[in-house]
T-cell receptor, first 114, second 111 residues
Framework: GQQLNQSPQSMFIQEGEDVSMNCTSS?????WLWYKQDPGEGPVLLIA?????ELTSNGRLTAQFGITRKDSFLNISASIPSDVGIYFC??????????????FGQGTTLQVKP | DAGVIQSPRHEVTEMGQEVTLRCKPI?????LFWYRQTMMRGLELLIY????????DSGMPEDRFSAKMPNASFSTLKIQPSEPRDSAVYFC?????????FGPGTRLTVL
């Protein structure tokens, strides 16, 4: 089963607002990935993080690899209607070797009111 | 690159029928993953392959489910016989190092 706690479960915000979501675990991770899933589509990789403390941006998206290696954060600045979707965190746990086997969060459903 | 390709995109079948889902991973990726996604259970890993060899099939729900990867560019997930509770979206994904890329999914409905 899933071992990542992702929060919040859902968000309903006004266009232009900033958004923050996070994932936490009791385990140490070597890699953190953030995905967005649009209705009827597969998850699309947004940002990949590989080092503790790493802060990476992709346009209006910024993600951070927590210092403890047990958490990660995703921020979206100045939200727009097309940001609507489900955001998933995923991590590659320490000790997974080169399996690539990811652990997924439960997802955060984002709705943006124009 | 075309990305991960899955077919069919939609499948509607009757209980008891055999269902075969197909996946073509991104060229050069050596790991392939099959997931199932439902509202109730979220995204579940069913099985994954490394260099065409099944590594972990502990997520396969029952013996009715089987997966093969005869070569580096093709994999199948088969359900025989299918049941209504198998209705879900099935995703295939492939890896480049630690970055995993998903296909568009197959929406399966078993009546």
């Amino acid at each position: 089963g899933q071992q990542l706690n992702q929060s919040p479960q859902s968000m309903f915000i006004q266009e232009g607002e900033d958004v923050s979501m996070n994932c936490t675990s009791s385990s140490i991770f070597n890699t953190w990935l953030w995905y967005k899933q649009d209705p009827g589509e597969g998850p699309v990789l947004l940002i990949a993080l590989y080092k503790a403390g790493e802060l990476t941006s992709n346009g209006r998206l910024t993600a951070q690899f927590g210092i403890t290696r047990k958490d990660s954060f995703l921020n979206i600045s100045a939200s727009i209607p097309s940001d609507v979707g489900i955001y998933f965190c995923a991590g590659l746990r320490r000790g997974s070797g080169n399996t690539g086997k990811l652990i997924f969060g439960q997802g955060t459903t984002l709705q943006v009111k124009p | 690159d075309a990305g991960v390709i899955q077919s069919p995109r939609h499948e509607v079948t009757e209980m008891g029928q055999e269902v075969t889902l197909r996946c073509k991973p991104i060229s050069g990726h050596n790991s392939l993953f099959w997931y199932r996604q439902t509202m109730m259970r979220g995204l579940e890993l069913l099985i994954y392959f490394n260099n065409n060899v099944p590594i972990d099939d502990s997520g396969m729900p029952e013996d009715r489910f089987s997966a093969k990867m005869p070569n580096a560019s093709f994999s199948t997930l088969k359900i025989q016989p299918s049941e209504p509770r198998d209705s879900a979206v099935y995703f295939c994904a492939s890896n480049s190092y630690n970055e995993q890329f998903f296909g568009p999914g197959t929406r399966l409905t078993v009546l």
